[in-house]
T-cell receptor, first 114, second 110 residues
Framework: DVKVTQSSRYLVKRTGEKVFLECVQD?????MFWYRQDPGLGLRLIYF???????EKGDIPEGYSVSREKKERFSLILESASTNQTSMYLC?????????????FGDGTRLSIL | QKEVEQDPGPLSVPEGAIVSLNCTYS??????FMWYRQYSRKGPELLMY????GNKEDGRFTAQVDKSSKYISLFIRDSQPSDSATYLC??????????FGQGTRLTINP
């Protein structure tokens, strides 16, 4: 079974802090994704990566950056956290093949920015 | 206009009822259609996946795609309380990313 593990289930940070969200997958997937999920807005793609050290902007990259130094690990960075970044963050991974390949999700990190 | 529209509900039905969940999409280039189920405090998990018009069955679940109307549906027969979750449709085309609907929150009442 594919396992996508997000390092924290709940996180509380202050505005202006630099925040790191970590995600690890154990299925040797090339693709990894970061989404945020907000009521009424569904899942919105922040960034994705199709290989080590490669990244592509998604629909809402502003205020975020990512890092992929190893195939199994994909980090989301909030450079200077703001209250409008309070959200549920979901990491996913898949084999290459774009939308042909189903994505496997972690259980999310609920981030609160105070 | 959003590429994928899904009624967020909430939808509440009695146990044993047939449930119909629907999405419409605007991009006729979409080729792949998925339904994900998300339980409370968990990540979405893939439930059904199809790439052609018509019906696909898996146990109590049937996914239906009508490309001419740009309309997809998920039917749940003999619904159970354990089916209570948020259901998300997702559409994709080729090498492009998936586009998700807003999700419909479903409650099955015993």
């Amino acid at each position: 079974d594919v396992k996508v593990t997000q390092s924290s289930r709940y996180l509380v940070k202050r505005t202006g802090e630099k925040v790191f969200l970590e995600c690890v997958q154990d299925m040797d997937h090339e693709n990894m994704f970061w989404y945020r999920q907000d009521p009424g807005l569904g899942l919105r793609l922040i960034y994705f990566s199709y290989d080590v050290k490669m990244k592509e902007k998604g629909d809402i990259p502003e205020g975020y950056s990512v890092s992929r130094e190893k195939k199994e690990r994909f980090s989301l960075i909030l450079e200077s956290a703001s209250t409008n970044q309070t959200s549920m963050y979901l990491c996913a991974s898949s084999f290459p093949g774009g939308s042909l390949q189903p994505q496997h999700f972690g259980d999310g990190t609920r981030l609160s920015i105070l | 206009q959003k590429e994928v529209e899904q009624d967020p509900g909430p939808l509440s039905v009695p146990e044993g009822a047939i449930v119909s969940l629907n999405c419409t999409y605007s991009n006729s280039a979409f080729q792949y259609f998925m339904w994900y189920r998300q339980y409370s405090r968990k990540g979405p998990e893939l439930l059904m996946y199809t790439y052609s018009s018509g019906n696909k069955e898996d146990g109590r679940f049937t996914a239906q795609v009508d490309k001419s109307s740009k309309y997809i549906s998920l039917f749940i027969r003999d619904s159970q309380p354990s089916d209570s979750a948020t259901y998300l449709c997702a559409e994709g085309k080729g090498a492009q990313k998936l586009v998700f609907g807003q999700g419909t929150r479903l409650t099955i009442n015993p």
